[in-house]
């Protein structure tokens, strides 16, 4: 394995009530609390109301930061930046998924930097030598990881980039994680929030180094836990199991565990970034689109994973398949499973226009760690075939 430094500094309260259990006495230290969520189906859940009883019930003046979009935009940013600012507010508390939390680690810098935050710090990267406003973290979609890490992806739309940048220093202090929290998410969101946890696992296992190690090892379990409970969870949506696993799935995808000594390729993330950036489409929808196709232009150079991929997590038998043949099996396994979990799989159907492809294309950052670095001319040409 590659030389590493491992560090994660939040502390996770996983299970049933956790929420209800630890909220008041994480929650002691601050006086003002500002609640921020997304469009409000908290408040449809039931979620709210137990949420603002309980820091109620503790004393907090709570501040209401509502309206995070799916792809959060620099200027929601600034938005609760200004408004946790204005109302001396003391603690973050993000309810929601990982455009929610995403937001308000943003929102956690901006509020104590007088400086601007896309250019200092997601532009390229910084050094944050001052401490953010605390974060805490309730979790509602399983899909982002975002909860026990530092990054955040943020869309800045005057620019058209959406990218990331992750941050020890932002990631929250603690996250409450009750998969009952879980149940009453969309199918189509809990699917798709369940491809990305898939991506994130595949696009850090599809990359070196390529000898025994153990994040390779961790990730191929991971990689089948989240095959068989989605395909439970869309069969009953309240297994508690299988959104227990999930919900657990997604931390473990990006918690920074698996990414040690590996060199990550985050390809497919970059290229559906910049087609939210342009069309505000679905992240893990995009993923799905993307994955097959992309996978088919590099399996070549990175053939014998491709081919442990096809084994290890589909249970594809060699039968005296050689490594290319084996290799495809996995991949039309994985556009197999993209198809019957109902994610769409051409760029046409998430609303992109065939003109803006090459434009698009241009944009997108191209990953170190692939094993087949790619250009934005066949950047264009993956495009090009994920079309329709």
Not at 109 to 133: K, M
Not at 178 to 205: N, R, W
Request: net charge negative; charged share 25%.
């Amino acid at each position: 394995m590659n030389n590493f430094i491992f560090q994660n500094a939040t502390k996770v309260y996983f299970g049933k009530g956790c929420v209800k259990e630890y909220l008041g006495c994480k929650s002691k230290p601050y006086s003002t609390v500002m609640l921020a969520y997304g469009g409000g189906s908290i408040k449809r859940n039931g979620v709210y109301e137990e949420v603002t009883g309980i820091l109620r019930d503790a004393g907090k003046t709570i501040v209401e930061f509502s309206g995070i979009m799916s792809n959060p935009t620099y200027a929601k940013v600034q938005e609760g930046a200004k408004l946790a600012r204005e109302n001396h507010v003391d603690m973050i508390l993000a309810v929601g998924g990982g455009s929610v939390m995403d937001c308000c680690k943003a929102v956690s810098l901006a509020a104590r930097y007088d400086g601007d935050i896309w250019e200092d710090f997601w532009t390229r990267p910084g050094v944050i030598d001052f401490e953010p406003l605390p974060l805490g973290v309730i979790v509602t979609v399983a899909g982002t990881g975002s909860e026990c890490n530092g990054g955040a992806v943020i869309t800045n739309e005057e620019k058209k980039i959406k990218t990331g940048r992750d941050y020890p220093q932002l990631n929250p202090q603690f996250a409450l994680m009750d998969p009952t929290y879980t149940y009453s998410v969309p199918k189509g969101q809990m699917v798709s929030g369940s491809f990305d946890i898939l991506s994130h696992i595949m696009e850090t296992y599809f990359s070196e180094p390529n000898e025994d190690n153990v994040s390779d090892d961790i990730m191929e379990a991971l990689m089948r836990s989240v095959i068989r409970n989605l395909r439970a969870a869309i069969q009953n949506p309240e297994d508690y199991t299988a959104r227990s696993n999930l919900m657990w799935d997604s931390t473990m995808a990006e918690n920074r565990v698996i990414k040690m000594g590996k060199k990550c390729d985050f390809q497919c993330h970059n290229m559906e970034h910049q087609l939210g950036a342009y069309t505000d489409c679905n992240h893990g929808c995009g993923l799905a689109v993307l994955h097959p196709v992309y996978y088919r232009h590099i399996y070549q150079a990175g053939l014998p994973k491709f081919a442990r991929f096809a084994e290890n997590v589909w249970g594809i038998a060699r039968d005296g398949k050689t490594d290319e043949a084996l290799a495809l099996a996995g991949i039309d396994a994985l556009a197999e499973f993209i198809r019957k979990i109902g994610l769409p799989t051409t760029l046409k159907e998430l609303g992109v226009r065939r003109d803006q492809l090459k434009e698009i294309a241009d944009s997108c950052g191209i990953s170190a760690g692939s094993y087949q670095k790619m250009t934005h001319e066949e950047i264009l040409k993956i495009f090009q075939e994920c079309y329709e």
